[in-house]
């Protein structure tokens, strides 16, 4: 098959001139018309300092983090350093990029044709079925809150272009040019546990301020005693970083 068969990549490779960024990867043409990956923080190391891979070992580097905890996410900002990838044309940058960052091309070239579609929270949850049917049932001010805290940098480098109601698009200001054009499983399984928290707790809305900022007080010591979590989708861990962002966003507005 020709390098040059999938027009998403040829784009794509026309933007590395003579580096781009992807994500957390910094991608460089070499000389011999290749491309070489490493991680954006090891973009000054001595190649020598870098241990070697191969395009399709990339899948298996992505699976874990430094700590090697498994990355559900593979937009998320903690890729493991350490590492150096030659790609020798365009089929070995698609596997690539593919292994790291499954489906980012493809949307971004769409959303640079102006094919995409991007959908909207509202409409998505309401397609939902089983389990996830409770996520539509998110009120504008539960909703918000919950995409801000799943979605923030700190958590996906994608930018997210699905609507939250008037909850404005991520731009690349802070986020990496990677697209989401619709909301992941994360962010329906963190959905899902708000709906059932904030049905636990009953009309927060109506809690006075006081009792607003006494249970984000509890929650910030149980996070505290806790410390933090193993499992980065471990939403019911009190230390978790997105149900944290959740509870101040939701608790202090």
């Not at 070992?57 to 593979?74: C, H, I, N, S, V």
Request: hydrophobic share 40%.
């Amino acid at each position: 098959m020709s390098d040059f068969e999938n027009p998403a990549i040829a784009a794509l490779a026309k933007r590395i001139d003579p580096q781009l960024t992807w994500g957390q990867v910094h991608i460089q043409r070499v000389d011999d018309g290749g491309f070489e990956f490493r991680h954006v923080d090891d973009a000054e190391a001595e190649t020598g300092a870098l241990g070697q891979v191969q395009p399709d070992d990339l899948r298996a580097l992505a699976e874990t983090d430094a700590l090697g905890q498994f990355r559900p996410l593979k937009a998320a900002p903690n890729l493991r350093r350490g590492w150096l990838c030659q790609a020798g044309g365009l089929t070995e940058l698609e596997t690539a990029l593919r292994n790291l960052y499954p489906g980012s091309v493809a949307d971004w070239y769409a959303l640079e044709l102006g094919q995409a579609q991007p959908t909207s929270y509202r409409k998505f949850t309401e397609r939902q079925t089983g389990m996830y049917r409770i996520t539509a049932k998110l009120t504008s001010s539960q909703a918000k809150p919950a995409a801000e805290a799943c979605c923030h940098a700190l958590s996906c480098l994608k930018q997210r272009r699905w609507s939250m109601d008037d909850l404005p698009v991520e731009d690349t200001t802070h986020k990496s040019v990677l697209p989401c054009l619709e909301p992941c499983a994360l962010m329906l399984e963190f959905a899902r546990g708000v709906f059932r928290f904030e049905q636990h707790n009953g009309a927060i809305d109506e809690m006075t301020p006081e009792d607003q900022r006494n249970l984000l007080m509890a929650a910030e010591l149980a996070a505290e005693q806790a410390g933090p979590p193993n499992r980065e989708a471990d939403f019911a861990a009190p230390g978790n970083p997105r149900w944290m962002r959740y509870l101040r966003l939701r608790l202090s507005s």
